[in-house]
């Protein structure tokens, strides 16, 4: 078959109802980084609405011609690929923008005005409604409430016209920040009608983990303490804080990515198979009762299993880089996490026993995110006196970014006269395996928010047991007699009690 036809039919078949989408927090990062560039990479691949409009509004005064001139920068600047003018000419006809303070009825008012009347351009169409909160997580409440005030969100209901809001990280600060928000923007909303985007979720190798786990044969009688010798989750990064000091500062790296991106990574990794692939609560029930099932530590466990840190100056990738401490906009005296490792248990029938090795730190030598399952090893009884050495762990590793695919790591003989084991790995990648690069998560999620699917954003109960399985450490890490704060230099992979923390069960950290 001619493939731009199934393209065009793939297309079509995956086209979202017609849709009004607001963005607040229009003027800011986020949208020009990731959520223009997103529509328009959506746009290119003829996946967006036939009727479509987007209305960017922040307090900002811009025109529509200012508001599409600034995205336009962001989309040259940040889309995965170039965007055809032509794609681009359409899509900016279906961009708008209204100057709206999102706290202040009036405003909120004006929008609704502005969104009647781009609708009422389409008779007949009725359209659903999607608003992004682009911004902090103070805006949440009053803006909720605003948009039902003056008529913007209509009851969840069958046959009701389909109103979503989507919410940025971070979601609350803690456990009982998280239930503040949860109960003042659910004043306005029905569970069903918030997404609160968790971005690791929409990458394709995240996604994979389901089709990897439940449409093999081979691998989910493997899935299991019987099989599984550890399991290790890194997140690296080499930037420091950049500007982000004010944020970061107030959070460190276990707040910022281990509550979010690496427990949802963890939860989907480790779920028991769902009823259904197809209905958002199956994988969502799924995910918090792995949630549920990590061990809550003890103080004593705190000081075993944990281990935080900041960098101390260094060279990263060849440039000097300050230390922590240095940054603009830290506090001198700060003790916050620029990296942190963890040790977790799953306390389950199905991982019982299997130590969860978890880091993720800033001023690493290189960028990379990793899931790796560590298998068991053979028994080497065969090879003993063969100075074959000791064998080593299959792995299976995950790599989440920069390069997104998987390898597995077995055991081969390479040629020659001699018995001898070496390791070799098997790689996919997805651009060598399906020939195009993998879209950008906002991609896909901006995508299932409009039709409504769920499944890949992260349900109220599923925070909430995040913070709670994390509020024993911050509760030893505040208290009067805390653990260390441990240095490393910036460059590094760490300091060397995260290494003394895997060691102290034989293992150690896999080499990125
Ligand atoms: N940037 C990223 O790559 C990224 C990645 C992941 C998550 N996030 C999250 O996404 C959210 C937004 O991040 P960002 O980097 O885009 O922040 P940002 O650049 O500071 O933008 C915040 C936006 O909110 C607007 N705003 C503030 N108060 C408002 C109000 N009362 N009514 C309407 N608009 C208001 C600001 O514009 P005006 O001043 O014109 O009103 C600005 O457009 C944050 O929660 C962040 O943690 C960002």
Same mark, same amino acid.
């Given at each position: 078959m001619d493939e731009s036809k199934t393209k065009e039919n793939e297309g079509r078949s995956t086209r979202p109802p017609a849709t009004i989408l607001v963005i607040f927090g229009a003027s800011g990062d986020l949208t020009s980084r990731k959520l223009i560039p997103g529509l328009c990479n959506l746009a290119e691949d003829d996946y967006l609405p036939e009727n479509f409009i987007v209305i960017g509004s922040s307090r900002s005064k811009l025109s529509d011609d200012d508001f599409r001139a600034k995205v336009y920068e962001g989309v040259k600047k940040y889309s995965r690929r170039p965007i055809s003018p032509a794609v681009w000419e359409k899509f900016a006809k279906r961009l708008h923008y209204q100057p709206c303070d999102g706290e202040k009825v009036g405003d909120v008012e004006a929008l609704k005005g502005r969104m009647e009347a781009l609708a009422a351009e389409q008779p007949g169409v009725r359209f659903n409604y999607v608003y992004y909160l682009a911004m902090a997580p103070q805006f949440f409440g009053p803006i909720a409430s605003n948009l039902k005030e003056v008529g913007l969100i209509e009851p969840y209901a069958k046959g009701a016209r389909q109103t979503s809001v989507v919410v940025e990280k971070p979601f609350g600060h803690d456990l009982e920040s998280a239930r503040e928000l949860n109960t003042i923007i659910r004043q306005s909303l029905a569970e069903e009608q918030i997404y609160r985007i968790d971005h690791y979720l929409g990458k394709e190798t995240v996604q994979n983990i389901l089709v990897f786990r439940f449409a093999n044969g081979i691998f989910e009688p493997l899935w299991n303490r019987k099989y599984v010798d550890h399991i290790q989750i890194s997140v690296c990064e080499d930037i420091g804080i950049g500007t982000r %000091?004010?944020?970061? $500062?107030?959070?460190?790296?276990? /707040?910022d990515i281990v509550q979010n991106h690496v427990l949802q990574m963890l939860a989907l990794l480790c779920i028991e198979p769902p009823n259904s692939l197809s209905d958002a609560d199956s994988? /969502? $029930? !799924? @995910? %918090? &009762?792995?949630? +549920?099932?990590? &061990? /809550?530590?003890? *103080? !004593?466990?705190?000081?075993?299993? =944990?281990? +935080?840190?900041?960098? =101390? @100056?260094?060279? #990263?990738?060849?440039? *000097?880089? #300050?230390?922590?401490? !240095?940054e603009n906009g830290v506090a001198p005296d700060s003790k916050t996490d620029s990296y942190v490792a963890l040790k977790l248990e799953i306390d389950n029938w199905r991982w019982s026993g299997v130590p969860i090795y978890i880091r993720a730190g800033k001023r690493l030598p290189k960028r990379i995110t990793e899931i790796t399952i560590f298998f068991n090893k053979a028994p080497d009884s065969l090879f003993k006196g063969r100075q074959v050495g000791e064998l080593e762990h299959n792995v299976l590793s995950i790599q989440v970014q920069p390069k997104e695919g998987m390898s597995l790591r077995i055991s081969s003989k390479p040629p020659g006269p001699r018995m001898r084991v070496r390791p070799v790995e098997m790689d996919f990648t997805y651009d060598s395996s399906f020939g195009v690069a993998s879209p950008e998560a906002y991609e896909r999620l901006l995508l299932d928010v409009m039709k409504g699917d769920a499944t890949l954003f992260t349900r109220n109960d599923e925070i909430e047991e995040s913070w709670d399985l994390l509020a024993p450490i911050f509760k030893e890490w505040e208290s009067s007699n805390p653990p260390p704060v441990y240095e490393y230099e910036a460059g590094t992979w760490g300091p060397v009690e995260a290494d003394q923390l895997i060691n102290s069960t034989k293992d150690s950290w896999r080499k990125l």
């Amino acid at each position: 078959m001619d493939e731009s036809k199934t393209k065009e039919n793939e297309g079509r078949s995956t086209r979202p109802p017609a849709t009004i989408l607001v963005i607040f927090g229009a003027s800011g990062d986020l949208t020009s980084r990731k959520l223009i560039p997103g529509l328009c990479n959506l746009a290119e691949d003829d996946y967006l609405p036939e009727n479509f409009i987007v209305i960017g509004s922040s307090r900002s005064k811009l025109s529509d011609d200012d508001f599409r001139a600034k995205v336009y920068e962001g989309v040259k600047k940040y889309s995965r690929r170039p965007i055809s003018p032509a794609v681009w000419e359409k899509f900016a006809k279906r961009l708008h923008y209204q100057p709206c303070d999102g706290e202040k009825v009036g405003d909120v008012e004006a929008l609704k005005g502005r969104m009647e009347a781009l609708a009422a351009e389409q008779p007949g169409v009725r359209f659903n409604y999607v608003y992004y909160l682009a911004m902090a997580p103070q805006f949440f409440g009053p803006i909720a409430s605003n948009l039902k005030e003056v008529g913007l969100i209509e009851p969840y209901a069958k046959g009701a016209r389909q109103t979503s809001v989507v919410v940025e990280k971070p979601f609350g600060h803690d456990l009982e920040s998280a239930r503040e928000l949860n109960t003042i923007i659910r004043q306005s909303l029905a569970e069903e009608q918030i997404y609160r985007i968790d971005h690791y979720l929409g990458k394709e190798t995240v996604q994979n983990i389901l089709v990897f786990r439940f449409a093999n044969g081979i691998f989910e009688p493997l899935w299991n303490r019987k099989y599984v010798d550890h399991i290790q989750i890194s997140v690296c990064e080499d930037i420091g804080i950049g500007t982000r %000091a004010a944020y970061f $500062d107030q959070n460190g790296i276990l /707040r910022d990515i281990v509550q979010n991106h690496v427990l949802q990574m963890l939860a989907l990794l480790c779920i028991e198979p769902p009823n259904s692939l197809s209905d958002a609560d199956s994988i /969502r $029930d !799924e @995910k %918090a &009762k792995v949630l +549920r099932s990590i &061990k /809550r530590m003890t *103080p !004593e466990e705190v000081r075993a299993n =944990t281990v +935080r840190a900041q960098y =101390t @100056k260094g060279t #990263v990738g060849g440039e *000097p880089a #300050v230390g922590y401490l !240095e940054e603009n906009g830290v506090a001198p005296d700060s003790k916050t996490d620029s990296y942190v490792a963890l040790k977790l248990e799953i306390d389950n029938w199905r991982w019982s026993g299997v130590p969860i090795y978890i880091r993720a730190g800033k001023r690493l030598p290189k960028r990379i995110t990793e899931i790796t399952i560590f298998f068991n090893k053979a028994p080497d009884s065969l090879f003993k006196g063969r100075q074959v050495g000791e064998l080593e762990h299959n792995v299976l590793s995950i790599q989440v970014q920069p390069k997104e695919g998987m390898s597995l790591r077995i055991s081969s003989k390479p040629p020659g006269p001699r018995m001898r084991v070496r390791p070799v790995e098997m790689d996919f990648t997805y651009d060598s395996s399906f020939g195009v690069a993998s879209p950008e998560a906002y991609e896909r999620l901006l995508l299932d928010v409009m039709k409504g699917d769920a499944t890949l954003f992260t349900r109220n109960d599923e925070i909430e047991e995040s913070w709670d399985l994390l509020a024993p450490i911050f509760k030893e890490w505040e208290s009067s007699n805390p653990p260390p704060v441990y240095e490393y230099e910036a460059g590094t992979w760490g300091p060397v009690e995260a290494d003394q923390l895997i060691n102290s069960t034989k293992d150690s950290w896999r080499k990125l």
